[in-house]
Nanobody, 119 residues
Framework: VQLQASGGGSVQAGDSLRLSCAAS????????MGWFRQAPGKEREFVAA????????YYADSVKGRFTISRDNTKNTVYLRMNSLKPEDTAVYYC?????????????WGQGTQVTVSS
């Protein structure tokens, strides 16, 4: 499975962005999908995940209420809508896919897209 993330950019605090991750090479609806991020000097951390059908979503406490993960299985794409962005959201964002559990053990990673939030 190949994952291609896009949609990052440089924004001001309080702005919104939508990240996209297009998948190819597999049966998209077979994979749980997730977003992770890595800030400079920090370890990669979980942000959000969504089940195969899209019926269940999971969020890190730091983004709950501001970020929304969704997926379109007809377009083989997962999205991350980010509202009320804060400077501490600055990071490289990665999408991931897993057959079993994307939060603990992703099978595939995308290349990352940079999000920079200035105050």
């Amino acid at each position: 499975v190949q994952l291609q993330a896009s949609g990052g950019g440089s924004v001001q605090a309080g702005d919104s962005l939508r990240l996209s991750c297009a998948a190819s090479g597999g049966i998209f609806s077979s994979y749980g999908m997730g977003w992770f991020r890595q800030a400079p000097g920090k370890e990669r951390e979980f942000v959000a995940a969504i089940s195969r059908s899209g019926g269940r979503t999971y969020y890190a406490d730091s983004v709950k209420g501001r970020f929304t993960i969704s997926r379109d299985n007809t377009k083989n794409t997962v999205y991350l809508r980010m509202n009320s962005l804060k400077p501490e959201d600055t990071a490289v964002y990665y999408c991931a896919a897993a057959l079993v559990t994307v939060i603990q053990n992703p099978d595939y990673w995308g290349q990352g897209t940079q999000v920079t939030v200035s105050s």
